[in-house]
């Protein structure tokens, strides 16, 4: 469900800046049709780079499916599911992350290394808002695995499904960060100085090109999975298929409206937006806490 939410998740982003700005825009699918053009390509490696640069792209890749696995449905358990799980998940992100990291600096261009170093920043500075958020739900369920911690998520009452919804924004967030979109990053920007994920890609082509455009879309859809996660529950399936995709889409439509209406933030206050979500987490910290009657 993840895959086939992936194949969508990018168009819709597209579609809807597009309803946003006037324009009809391109099709819900155009983003795969560019994908498989790419990885019918051959890839043009050059010859200052090593077997790091080479391996980066299906590492990163690997490294999200991976993530993919420890995500749960509802009640159903997920493909790869232990006690800690969620620490997996952000480590086997972080693998990912730090290959395609010294692949960029594998290359030896000092113009990828810049774009290296602002992103190995904003994870380090996304993480804490990470584990804060899935450690205030471990709190909340008592469980400290993805499939047990939603599974055992019933929501009930205004206070329990406010900190859902700030959970779900703080996910949200992370996904645009972690997917270096507005107004963290902008895609499609070309103005060396602001440049982050663009650059580090810039010396990859054809079919590695290909692997890490698909890894962001699988990306957004993950970040979706866990959003629609903290809703489904118990849900029939009949009932949380729906949701998910549901979700998926107003995922989707409130990531595209975003980018549409806010303007790319200075490089130097990128690191306090992003900090800021650590502080956004720790009021649901507080939440679940109060929740418990342990504060």
Same mark, same amino acid.
């Given at each position: ?32 049709? !560019? ?12 010859? =200052? ?20 696995? =420890?995500?749960?449905?509802? $009640? ?29 600096? $594998? ?25 804060? =958020? ?13 499939? !047990? ?35 963290? !990053? $902008? ?15 810039? $010396?990859?082509?054809?079919? !590695? ?87």
């Amino acid at each position: 469900m993840i895959f086939i939410a992936a194949l969508f998740f990018p168009g819709i982003i597209t579609r809807v800046k597009s309803i946003c700005a006037g324009r009809k825009g391109p099709s819900l699918i155009q983003p795969l049709h !560019d994908v498989a053009r790419l990885l019918r390509k051959g890839s043009v490696i050059s010859e =200052t780079t090593g077997f790091v640069f080479r391996m980066a792209p299906a590492v990163y890749l690997a490294s999200i499916i991976m993530a993919i696995a =420890t995500v749960p449905f509802g $009640d159903s358990g997920a493909l790869l599911s232990f006690k800690g799980d969620f620490v997996f998940f952000a480590y086997v992100l972080a693998l990912g992350k730090f290959f395609s990291i010294v692949g960029a600096l $594998d290359t030896g261009s000092s113009f990828e290394g810049m774009g290296a170093s602002r992103e190995s920043l904003y994870s380090m500075l996304a993480e804490p808002a990470f584990f804060l =958020t899935m450690g205030s739900l471990a709190l909340m369920t008592g469980y400290s695995s993805f499939s !047990d911690i939603f599974a055992a998520l019933h929501l009930s009452g205004t206070m329990s499904y406010s900190l859902a919804v700030i959970a779900a924004g703080i996910l949200l967030v992370l996904a645009m960060i972690e997917s270096s979109r507005l107004p963290v !990053d $902008d895609p499609k920007t070309h103005l060396e100085l602001t440049m982050i994920h663009e650059v580090m890609i810039l $010396d990859n082509s054809g079919f !590695d090109l290909g692997m890490i455009f698909s890894a962001g879309y699988l990306k957004f859809a993950m970040y979706g999975a866990l959003v629609a996660n903290l809703f489904l529950g118990s849900l029939p399936a009949g009932i949380a298929i729906p949701v998910f995709f549901g979700v998926q889409i107003l995922c989707a439509s409130i990531i595209g409206i975003v980018e549409s209406f806010m303007a790319r933030y200075r490089m130097n206050h990128n690191p306090q937006f992003i900090f800021a979500l650590s502080s956004v987490a720790m009021l649901l910290v507080f939440g679940v806490m109060m929740l418990a009657g342990k504060m």
